[in-house]
């Protein structure tokens, strides 16, 4: 059975950042309604921030292109194909501004962590990160007070391999820079990687899988909503048509 990386999108969800509920519902139509059409239908709201998201470039480079280019014919592999799921064993939490705790987890760690995990010492092409005893919030996801990014030259050293062009996480953001502007991760990665956050991976076991995280293609926008889906391998094997005698 698939994957599905997002919890249920309720209205009473919380807000992560200071854009307020995250899923919001106006009612249109009331199906018991005469005046109105027979049908029940709302007007939906959604902050993605709070939710599983793609970030586009533009959601950091003062030039970069909006979530529509993700579906351009040289930017669709963004989207799908193999990705590995890594959940690091023995993360190092360390006390940062504001009560947050923050693993800033740097290329030697990410190194010896993927060996770990495949036995190969290289970058993937597509890399989810969480960690294995994950901090939990009230609602069962990553507990937003405890950071997990990459470091600056963890970020070099995925992008090293040529094929890399995606990253996601469990976290709600990719970068952590308290009282700083700055966002050198997002930077680094956006003009070749899709970045991906708030993903729900509590149910999934470490290892590699196929990917698919097609966004609502929202022409001009930053950021969009998403569902990410994992395959195993062994399902899409099984989805093969038998060969004809």
């Avoid at 919890?7 to 309604?33: H, M, Q, S």
């Avoid at 700083?180 to 993903?199: G, M």
Wanted: glycine content about 6%; some cysteine; hydrophobic content about 45%.
């Amino acid at each position: 059975m698939p994957y599905v990386l997002s919890p249920l999108i309720r209205p009473d969800a919380p807000g992560l950042w200071a854009e307020g509920a995250p899923y919001t519902v106006e009612p249109v139509y009331d199906l018991c309604n005469p005046a109105h059409p027979p049908v029940r239908y709302g007007a939906h709201r959604l902050a993605p921030h709070s939710l599983p998201h793609v970030d586009a470039p533009s959601h950091i480079l003062e030039d970069g292109a909006d979530v529509g280019a993700y579906f351009a014919p040289d930017r669709l592999a963004n989207l799908y194909g193999r990705v590995l799921l890594l959940k690091l064993a023995a993360p190092i939490w360390r006390d940062a501004p504001g009560g947050t705790r923050h693993c800033a987890v740097d290329a030697a760690m990410l190194r010896a962590e993927i060996l770990r995990a495949t036995g190969r010492d290289q970058a993937p092409d597509k890399l989810i990160l969480t960690v294995a005893a994950l901090p939990e919030a009230a609602n069962g996801q990553h507990d937003p007070a405890h950071a997990l990014t990459l470091t600056e030259d963890a970020a070099d050293w995925l992008l090293a391999n040529p094929g890399f062009n995606a990253y996601l996480t469990s976290w709600k953001s990719t970068d952590f820079q308290p009282g700083s502007r700055a966002r050198p991760i997002h930077r680094r990665l956006l003009p070749r990687a899709a970045v991906f956050e708030c993903l729900d991976l509590r149910a999934v076991p470490e290892g590699e899988y196929f990917l698919t995280a097609f966004p609502l293609p929202l022409a001009g926008a930053s950021e969009s909503p998403v569902c990410p889906v994992l395959f195993t391998f062994a399902e899409l094997a099984a989805a093969q048509p038998s060969p004809r005698a």
